[in-house]
């Protein structure tokens, strides 16, 4: 029986695969996000995989909307498999902000869903690393969170070298909007078109733009100006007082996909363009009113950053880490009269926080010794009788073939040293 | 808008409410079920939390079956909300065993999900930790396991007087059934009488029984002579040497609800019986074959310990840690003019690995030094320039209200030896 198309199975490294996903990839993922994330003093939450089908509709745009992976519950109700985290955030802080000082600094490592019917190959899941701040208009938020991200991904090994963040505003491009065209209704569809311009031939963007009144010449020209608004200046200021210049560039070609952006967006691309967006993100200080009924009025801002084209990038930039056994002792069992001295043994080891593995039944010595370098384990070890009746352990380091033999009391000691 | 029914946001400690759940305690419970999980020798693994329908109907027992959280995709397939991890594990097992060396010892912590229509106020999701292994049909590894169990309850403080592991086994209990009853092919239904012996009444039980030839007095007998099998022996010798005995004991009320357990079985519950099983788990050797449609065959065991009722008895036995902050340094910008030098240092602190926080913008000397004891913390640090023009970092110590002065450099050092 197969997993159903577009998901994943994570297996235990050395993969069977060279295409199969890694356990061990993942959650050196997941603790790198979250190391950093605490370091800049950011709380974990979390929400349920399955959302009322409401909290999407109109507010994340067509196009998340129509790729929602939702269905009707037992009970009659429309709900989905959250396509993204933002809404979910939204939720939880109209529902209970007033308990929390402000700002909030959020974060959370989602899993999300999309279903698109005609994708061949396409993943329908990732996982998310998604960062927020809440309750913080000024765009001194703006900065600390591109710098999150940016050491999100230097935390993982990349640097300036490997990938930049092309900082843009929705607020400018409304600007531009509101400036060049009578239709201010139109702005959504607007926002889509500039997102999809680098991807798509002028033939088929042109005349979408001449629909809104608007040239494809002029919105070139703004984007090749790329004229930083105060904000942005402000935002690059912020980030270079940090040292982190070299890692962010004003780009309006980018202006995310989203409806709710509100004011900075950006995207983290690799140099070589060889993938498609790291990370990305701006403010959206209407959501939580909107999510709310106009209840709580929250200005926001965030970012998201998937685990499947990070993998990729880090496969490419061999920056995946090669999983190494952390096993601190094998134990031997050559005399079957001592596996129940071995068991209590092997307990000893592991209340003190070693990790310990071993034969769970009779072996040759040779084939037990065999399975101790298979785990690359860093010790065998064996318990011998003394002449004067006591047990011992036999410690053997495989990697220097060095032996010692200590009291019971004494190895856990000598095997954490080594 | 609300979540859900049946599904639980995980907030930031402190709760906003009583009854909420943290998003800290959650990770408590991940962090330590992974800790010792991994000093035992466990393997991560994770498949979908939507899997082919099939692959759980006829497979787990009626009372799972009955309680899916199933529904038809927009591709027109019958789906599921995983309920429980093992039919995902055999999946994974029957398509990839044979590149890893036996026996497997795998563990995960998934989120499961069922639907009841009728239940007030009862989850419809938990997360569970799940450990098994793969391809050791000896009774070593049901020991194995059984210690592993042990060992996650007592890694969260949690004593022989708090808990027991009930253990049992579905083949006494086969063997029972077939010595007493003409209609082997009955056995399912008779092992959901003895599974619900406890909670329902004899006049519901008793007739049930009787439909099946059987009397309610043969199996309370059955149950009261406790008799173990040698198997069970052997565990029990196997637990005692590793100084566990006072961990386990026989108890044949326990059976299992699943259909696929075809060995030991067993349930922890605490001592004070106050609530539902912690955990429970067995042996089901059949399992792989019937998901790899008879391509595999794998001996197989595991168990699963949910996060709901081991939060509501580590509340109850006050064992949940209290959330403290984690903040090294929280930096103060009393001189505006030092903000960019002080963003730099903030920087220099995050590189150095220290959890740092500030105020992200100008706010009153007071509010910033309240709001660095409101999250707890470790130090102050200020930025101020020597008469030599140099920049030096004034640290407080909090705790100590003991204050000194550091070169830039050494800041890191300094906070982190505190």
Redesign the interface.
Known sequence: ?????G??????E?L??PEGWS??L??HLFTRWR?VA????F??????????L??YTAKSGAEIVGQL?N?????G?E?A?RPEMTPTLA??A???ER???K?L??FAMP?L?R?E?QQKGRLR?HFQFNAD?LG?P?R??DA?LI?LLI?SLRALGLSAEDFVVRLSSRQAWQDFFARHTTRPDQAYEFYQIVDKLEREPAEVSAPKLEALGLTLEQVRHFIAAGEPTDELRAIL??LE????GDFVRIDYNVIRGLAYYTGPVYEAFDRKGQFRAIAGGGRYDHLVRL???GKVDLPALGFGMGDVVLAELLKARQLVPRWEG??DAFCLVEDESL???T??F??QL??A?????YS??PAKSDRQFK?AL??AASHTARLERSTDGELRARLKHLATREERTVSLTDAPAALRQA
């Not at 709380?43 to 009322?52: A, I, K, N, S, V």
């Open positions: 029986m197969d997993r159903l198309p998901f994943r199975d994570f297996y235990p050395p069977p695969t356990a061990d993942r959650r190391a605490e370091r800049y003093g709380r974990e939450y979390d929400g349920p995989p399955l959302e009322p409401e909290l992976y269905f009707t519950d037992k009970g109700r709900v498999l939720r939880l109209a529902a209970h308990h929390y000082k700002p600094k959020w899993q869903f279903y019917r899941e701040i913080e000024d001194a938020a600390e710098a050491d200021a912020n007082a940090r040292g982190l999510v709310s009924g952390r096993l596996r129940p001295a068991l209590r092997i307990q592991r209340n926080g070693l990790t310990v593995d769970l039944t399975r298979e785990l």
